[in-house]
């Protein structure tokens, strides 16, 4: 189906399936209950589930299959949002313009970067995309705020007057896609559950799947084998004739665009950017989710997103008061002592436990959760079933 | 040329935070073959760590003074540091204002032992492992170590001041012969060059002319064969990894008074500080060193009001075009050696 294997349809269908109902599933606490908070169900988080999902999806192309750990891909996200708000101020606010301004300005900037970068590997590289995307964001951050709009960034303002819109005088442009107001939403009440459709978070699903659909054509064409080969050996790679450059900088350009649309989306939803998104630790937060799902694998990059940008939002709003309620069941002292203990890894100590996550990912667990769940699945499974998979799995390289 | 010196002073103090944070990197990439994320965070306990000492010795217990009366006619409650009752007042005093040099001495044992044992528990299991995995452990552990100190010292800077004797600035314009007032320089940056200047000689000095320094050398060329001749050239790196981590923790004590310690501020350096490694050469000491000092001096002479006249911005960006430059030009770095991390 759709040019893929049985087994790659039926991941892009699950997959499919989690994204158009997350909504659903994200929600599966009444909202009077205690453990509402721990609903992910909003447009915002939704949202930026699936755009943060496109961006590691990406870096995973290019650190997954060719082993090159770009330290500053978020520099592509910036420059893709800032391609994508000129174009909703100036040319028009439909979100596809706009979008496919910041995928066109991410490429092209990626191009240039990475026909710079890519003449050295491993260290040198990371050193040098670093360098790159600091030197974007010091230069967004002062001396291009004409374009860049500087520390306080671009929004869309009542000044604002689109060539291709008919605002009335003052009014401020919204982002739409021909007409449909991003932020519409459709509310279903179901007993004590609410679930909330949005038009924003459909656009930047359907966005991720064609991203997903395109990853897994990479993944399993003739020019995804030749990234894998130029992971395991580059030099060998070369003597058989094969110039491994235009392979990694095409995988490069290509992570860019990615990062290109993830950045066009993010504007599309809050039509807003600001240059603190290209700084390092925001390079930095991508290889961490690509890392924490599995690294050159399809579905990891996604989950590692999502797991992290759920951390984000809800294990950071854990406050003491909540913690006191969960273990109001036990004696006072006791219960003073375990939220003694407990409480430096929520709320604001969150990147703690994102920390200590990670080190334990990165020593016991190289391939990320998608490792993790595999082991686990074997171990459920038995013996008898991991013999039979044994032997499949390590033909499998870059995993 | 009033310019041009104050330039250069200018770039001398941030060039000796860069070429010890610098020299550590390298000292770990030399011999433990590790590229070690996690070297911007012991900058960072480093500067913790004149903190910590200087919260001790201000640890102090009220009493009611008789005498005298607070504003609303009470009497008033003093604040007696402890070390007052073990040194005098006097002496409490004198140690209280010193707290940030006297930071060094325990500094020192603290840092070498964070050095200890993030070697034997965390990097040992690394050495076998592509670069990108230690990248990436030391990076969570950077976090891990980050998120600590935010937790037990909070987010906002902690203001740790130099000694009394010097907060003032020097008038160096005066003593070369200039107007006064022309070049003045803070006491305590000069300080500040000057014992990064002892450290990067102490520890070239250690490793050039002591018996235990040359083992190390050996080690850092062979390992192998090193090891071979029945030396344990593990333990001996260890020891030098603690080093590093201590030359780090030293960097960043000094520090303090020149930029308020927060918890962010080992990440901020650390970028740099691997730009500035790269520049010098990876595996290099003398290229670290010497690269420190002299993208610290670029930078300062790239945020000279003229020089921003015609290249606005350039002082934000100088250090990462010299790299990219250097990177493309010379692949080893400025004194990089033949054969080290060429791929």
């Given amino acids: ?399 | 040329m009033e310019a041009i010196i104050l330039q250069i002073l200018n770039g001398l103090d941030k060039g000796s935070a860069y070429a010890l944070i610098a020299l550590g990197l390298t000292l770990i990439f030399g011999t433990l073959g590790v590229v070690n994320f996690a070297h911007g965070a012991l900058f960072m306990i480093g500067a913790f760590c004149a903190v910590t000492l200087s919260r001790i010795l201000t640890l102090s217990y009220t009493v009611v003074d008789e005498t005298k009366t607070d504003f609303l006619g009470n009497p008033a409650k003093v604040d007696v540091p402890y070390v007052y009752d073990l040194f005098g007042q006097a002496t409490g005093d004198a140690i209280i204002d010193w707290a940030v040099p006297l930071s060094i001495l325990f500094a020192i044992p603290v840092m070498m032992v964070i050095g200890f044992v993030m070697e034997r528990g965390l990097i040992k299991h690394f050495y076998t492992r592509p670069h990108a995995d230690q990248i990436l452990v030391t990076f969570g552990l950077a976090i891990v170590l980050q998120e600590v100190i935010k937790y037990f010292y909070g987010a906002n800077p902690i203001p740790t001041p130099a000694p009394q004797a010097f907060t003032g600035s020097f008038d160096f314009g005066a003593a070369l012969g200039f107007d006064p007032n022309l070049i003045i320089y803070p006491y305590w940056r000069i300080i500040y060059f000057v014992f990064a200047a002892i450290i990067i000689g102490a520890v070239f000095a250690f490793l050039q002319f002591t018996t235990f320094g040359m083992v190390v050398r050996a080690g850092m060329a062979d390992r192998e064969t090193v090891g071979l001749l029945g030396i344990n050239i593990d333990r001996r790196f260890t020891i030098m990894f603690g080093l590093a981590a201590a030359v780090a923790g030293l960097a960043g004590v000094m520090y303090t008074p020149i930029n308020s310690p927060n918890y962010h501020m080992g990440m901020d350096f650390l970028v740099l500080s691997f730009v500035v490694v790269v520049v010098g050469g990876m595996g290099s000491l003398p290229g670290a060193v010497l690269a420190g000092f002299l993208l610290g001096i670029l930078e300062s002479f790239a945020s000279m009001r003229e020089v921003l006249a015609v290249l606005p911005g350039l002082n934000q960006i100088i250090i990462y075009l010299v790299a990219i430059i250097i990177l493309l030009t010379r692949p080893r770095g400025l004194m990089g050696r033949k054969g080290v991390m060429e791929e």
């Fill in chain 1, 1 to 399: 189906m759709l040019g893929l294997e049985k087994k790659d349809f039926q991941l892009l269908l699950v997959v499919a399936g989690l994204t158009l109902l997350a909504p659903f599933i994200l929600n599966p606490f009444p909202e009077s209950s205690g453990m509402a908070q721990f609903n992910a169900g909003y447009p915002d988080l939704m949202q930026r589930f699936v755009i943060f999902g496109i961006f590691a999806i990406g870096f995973n192309i290019l650190f997954g299959l060719t082993g090159y750990l770009s330290f500053g891909h978020a520099a592509f996200l910036g420059v893709g949002s800032y391609g994508a708000i000129w174009m909703m101020k100036l040319i028009s606010l439909n979100v596809i313009p706009a979008i496919f301004m910041g995928i066109v300005v991410a490429g092209i900037f990626a191009l240039a970067v990475g026909f710079i970068t890519l003449r050295r590997s491993g260290i040198y590289f990371s050193i040098l995309t670093l360098a790159f995307a600091q030197m974007s964001y010091a230069l967004a951050y002062s001396v291009l705020t004409p374009i860049t709009g500087g520390e306080t960034g671009l929004q869309i303002k009542s000044t604002d007057r689109p060539l291709l819109s008919n605002l009335e005088e003052g009014e401020i442009g919204r982002a739409n896609l021909f007409g449909m107001d991003m932020r519409a939403s459709f509310e279903l009440n179901v007993g004590d559950w609410l679930f909330t459709f949005n038009a924003g978070y459909y656009i930047a699903a359907i966005a991720m799947l064609a991203s997903f659909y395109l990853a897994i054509r990479i993944f399993r064409s003739p020019f995804g084998m030749m990234l894998r080969a130029i992971k395991s050996n580059q030099t060998r790679m070369s003597y058989t004739g094969l110039n491994p450059r235009p392979h990694t900088l095409a995988a490069f350009v290509i992570s860019g665009m990615y990062a290109g649309l993830a950045g066009g989306l993010l504007v599309a939803m809050d039509t807003q950017v600001g240059p603190e998104r290209m700084f390092w630790t925001a390079s930095g937060e991508v290889v961490l989710m690509t890392i924490l799902g599995g690294v050159g694998t399809l579905i990891g990059p996604v989950l590692g997103a999502g797991a992290i940008k759920y951390m984000e939002n809800i294990l950071s709003k854990i406050n003491k008061d909540v913690l006191h309620q969960w273990f109001a069941f036990l004696p006072d002292g006791l219960e003073d002592f375990v939220i003694t203990l407990i409480y430096p890894f929520i709320g604001k100590g969150w990147h703690l436990t994102l920390g200590i996550l990670f080190m334990l990912v990165v020593i016991y667990l190289p391939g990320g959760l998608v490792e993790g769940g595999q082991r686990l699945a074997r171990a459920l499974r038995g013996k008898k079933a991991s013999d039979e998979d044994g032997p499949k799995a390590s033909t499998e390289p870059a995993e």
